[in-house]
């Protein structure tokens, strides 16, 4: 899958936490997925982030609004992952 492969080339998310998300939208294909790390599993399940592409994005995609639509599933993201939190003292090691 592109976005899976896209993701681990470009290490998104600390490494180590594997916590990384990647929104791949294809417009002339009409398809978007959204890639999470495991780490952000007790977060966002996979069928969070199915119900959110479909009740937050796809609606303004099939009206060509694609700014809206990608602004909605990110401001859904960021909501479901704020719970996360990396230790600082682990980031400096970095």
Same mark, same amino acid.
């Given at each position: ?5 896209? %993701?681990k %080339?470009? $290490?998104? !998310?600390y490494? +180590?936490?594997?916590? !990384?998300i ?6 002339? &294909? ?5 890639e999470? +790390?495991? $780490? /952000? &599993? ?6 969070? %982030?199915? /119900?959110?592409?479909?009740?937050k /994005?796809?609606p303004?995609?099939?009206? =060509? =609004?694609? %700014?809206? !639509?990608? &602004?909605n !599933?990110?401001?859904?993201? /960021? ?10 003292e ?5």
């Amino acid at each position: 899958d592109f976005s899976l492969r896209v %993701a681990k %080339a470009n $290490g998104i !998310g600390y490494k +180590g936490y594997d916590n !990384g998300i990647l929104i791949t939208l294809a417009v002339k &294909e009409k398809k978007v997925r959204i890639e999470l +790390g495991k $780490g /952000m &599993e007790p977060y966002i399940s996979n069928s969070t %982030a199915k /119900m959110i592409i479909v009740t937050k /994005m796809t609606p303004y995609f099939a009206k =060509d =609004d694609f %700014a809206t !639509g990608l &602004e909605n !599933g990110l401001n859904q993201l /960021m909501e479901k992952a704020r719970e996360f939190v990396i230790k600082d003292e682990l980031l400096l090691k970095k």
